[in-house]
């Protein structure tokens, strides 16, 4: 996996494992199949990767210890899909670590001002709650 650079996720994937990509250092492009049916993002599964931007599909319902860790390009966290104004629909993410050494720069875009207040009341969420934006998502 070490001169992998990009990845295109099939919609019938709903895991993705753990350790799955994991210092995969050349991977700097992740993406999803439109209609993705992801559910899970398992622990450290995108760890020490080098990717700099990620759409979550509003498919995923959590995000697990470590998964998008050490990624120290990673300045833009597209959460723009979750529109459902309900704290059900959004990701639970298990630790309050799945984002960290991640770029100084780091985003979490959300598609209005009640998904970041939403967003932001969540444990785990709520860590990052500063680094919100209702911004257009920009593209890298």
Not at 32 to 49: G, H, I, M, P, R
Not at 63 to 78: G, K, Q, R, S, Y
Request: aromatic letters at 10%; a neutral charge.
């Amino acid at each position: 996996n070490a001169g992998l650079t990009s990845i295109i996720i099939p919609k019938s994937v709903k895991t993705i494992g753990t350790y799955a990509f994991q210092r995969c250092g050349h991977l700097s492009s992740v993406s999803f199949e439109k209609n993705s049916q992801l559910e899970t993002v398992d622990t450290a599964a995108f760890e020490y990767c080098n990717l700099t931007s990620i759409k979550i599909p509003k498919s995923v319902k959590m995000i697990e210890f470590l998964a998008f860790c050490d990624n120290t390009n990673l300045a833009v966290v597209d959460l723009t899909e979750f529109t459902d104004e309900s704290i059900e629909k959004i990701p639970n993410i298990n630790d309050s670590k799945s984002f960290d050494g991640c770029s100084e720069s780091l985003k979490f875009y959300v598609a209005n001002k009640n998904m970041k207040s939403i967003f932001t009341s969540v444990s785990g969420w709520s860590r990052y709650a500063n680094k919100f934006t209702t911004d257009p998502v920009p593209t890298i």
